[in-house]
Antibody, heavy 121, light 112 residues
């Protein structure tokens, strides 16, 4: 069965950096694109970044462009989100999610449980 | 950017009765590959979202057949034919025709 386990969240001061990881198992990680989606406390869902199966296609939300970097290591079945210059408005639960089979435009099917990032001084 | 607008934002439904949620996009979701990348998710309290419907009208594995999706272009609908207690939570539509994906505001379903 598909398992996605996020880690790396925590409390960080504004302007600092954090790297999230998502360990994948139960499917052929290297053949699926992946998503990062976040949810601020008590709010809705926001797509943060998307990466194709081989890392050749990457998309970012305008709110994180230039500050966040999505990457993957297919040899380790792991997805990453490097977050720099963090702001209070980046406070959220960050979910990694596996893409549905198909083209680069396919949306997520399976989601991890999420990791909480709190940006506060 | 494509803006997704859901209505209503909340629903209170008696068990066994139907429910319907509308989702409108600011641009057509028809992709150049001929598919429409419109999805519906349910987020139950304290859980991550779970996929219900993909590409407008296809039920995901294990999703009961009381859930159905329809629509095209910019107008989409999720219908629950007979609401059950386990259907409570927040429903989101999402488009991924244009990346990164964008979500509706969410519709909270409660049981009367």
């Amino acid at each position: 069965q598909v398992q996605l386990v996020e880690s790396g969240g925590g409390v960080v001061q504004p302007g600092r950096s954090l790297r999230l990881s998502c360990a994948a198992s139960g499917f052929s990680f290297s053949t699926y694109g992946m998503h990062w989606v976040r949810q601020a406390p008590g709010k809705g869902l926001e797509g943060v970044a998307v990466i194709s199966y081989d890392g050749s296609n990457i998309y970012y939300a305008d709110s994180v462009k230039g500050r966040f970097t999505i990457s993957r290591d297919n040899s380790k079945n792991t997805l990453y989100l490097q977050m720099n210059s963090l702001r209070a408005e980046d406070t959220a639960v960050y979910y990694c999610a596996k893409k549905c089979p198909g083209t680069v435009a396919a949306g997520p099917d399976f989601w991890g449980q999420g990791t909480l990032v709190t940006v506060s001084s | 950017d494509i803006v997704m607008t859901q209505t209503p934002l909340s629903l209170s439904v008696t068990p066994g009765q139907p429910a319907s949620i509308s989702c409108k996009s600011s641009q057509s979701l028809l992709h150049s590959d001929g598919k429409t990348y419109l999805y519906w998710y349910l987020q139950k309290p304290g859980q991550p979202p779970q996929l219900l419907i993909y590409e407008v009208s296809n039920r995901f594995s294990g999703v009961p057949d009381r859930f159905g999706g329809s629509g095209s272009g910019t107008d989409f609908t999720l219908k629950i034919s007979r609401v059950e207690a386990e259907d409570v939570g927040v429903y989101y539509c999402m488009q991924s025709t244009q990346l990164p994906p964008s979500f509706g505001q969410g519709t909270r379903l409660e049981i009367k």
